[in-house]
């Protein structure tokens, strides 16, 4: 799946409808000058705990992009030519499109890719990677689900008639 969304609801919809589907799901998503391209896979819990070395979703690294309150508060403009024209990078869509597609590209031509994401900045002339790391995704706050630890079961002592 592919999502470009202007709401973290709309956002939140995505990875909801997706829950069970063990799909991946690239996002992309942009500010003013600057934005975001994660690629994870969206599963339920149980298979989470199952499969660490899935690649997390945005959801899971970056848990406010989901955060549909936070829509209220958000006054970045939507992806509409006029208010874009005005307020946004003329060109921050296609350098995120760009992004998303090279990642798309290089994973149908390899079978992988080579991170779990990039950030894209306008304003500084960056382009950096998220490593396809467990030290790297918690750094943004993701730690690896660990399966629940179980809990010792009480031994009885059955009293023998005599």
Known sequence: ???CVDTRAARAAIVGAAQHTR??????GNDTDRGQVV???????????KHPERLPHVG???PDLLDAKLDAKDETP????AEALRKRSLVINQAIAVQAFNMLWTMFRTGAV????VFVNLATGR???IPLDPAAWARFGYEI???????ASRSRKVKLAA
């Open 60 to 62: 899971e690294l970056f």
């Open 127 to 129: 382009t950096n990677p």
């Open 23 to 28: 799909a991946y799901y690239l996002d992309c």
């Open 39 to 49: 690629i994870g896979q969206v599963c339920g819990k149980s298979y989470a705990l």
């Open 145 to 151: 689900p660990k399966p629940p630890v179980k809990k």
């Open 78 to 81: 939507s992806c509409s030519m």
């Open 114 to 117: 080579p991170f779990s994401g």
């Open 1 to 3: 799946m592919i999502g």
